[in-house]
């Protein structure tokens, strides 16, 4: 958005931060290629994830950033269902996927951490945060910032979100697997 006057304050802040690599709990885990990323999706029972690809299925941890277990033969997606299995534990619950062909994850923990698309970009706010309020920079006010940007790479954001727990954030483009962890949050 432009204005007489040159950018507006939300764009300028936009491209003046730098992406995430740790604020307040959460820290980068890792950061991954992965060329034609399809779909992700959570287990329920623990941080795993289930990534597929064109060149098949991984399981990762999404503590460490590790992969548990590599399949190049197929990648288990049930498009129609947007479902996953994991090819190395068949019989175990299906995985909510979400990617290319649509689903999502969640986009707000149980503490209130947030994520969510803005002109472009990815971000990741504080509880009860803004990002229409903006701080500014090198002022006395000592408030954190309200938002952290993710991504601002411009390419197709396919899964933003979070693990069912709310102790992992991925932010995935068609290329690259971006995984952020924190301890288990407080229970009020």
Known sequence: MQSFFG?????????????????????????????????????????????????????????TGKVLYRNREDDGLDIA????????????????????YGGGLRTVTDDGWRVL???????LCRPKASVHILSVPGSDDPKEAAFHVLDKSGEDIRVLGFSWSGRTLVCATPRTLTIWGRPAPLTL
Do not use: N
């Open 81 to 100: 269902r947007l479902k996953g299995t994991r090819l190395d534990h068949p019989a175990e619950e299906r995985f909510d996927m979400a990617g290319l």
């Open 7 to 63: 950018a507006d304050p939300m764009t300028q802040a936009l491209e003046a931060a730098a992406p995430l690599v740790s604020t307040g709990p959460w820290t980068q885990v890792a950061a991954l290629g992965i060329g034609g990323l399809t779909a992700l999706g959570f287990d329920r029972k623990c941080e795993d994830m289930l990534v597929t690809s064109a060149s098949g299925q991984s399981v990762m941890s999404g503590v």
């Open 117 to 123: 698309k803005q002109r472009g970009y990815c971000l």
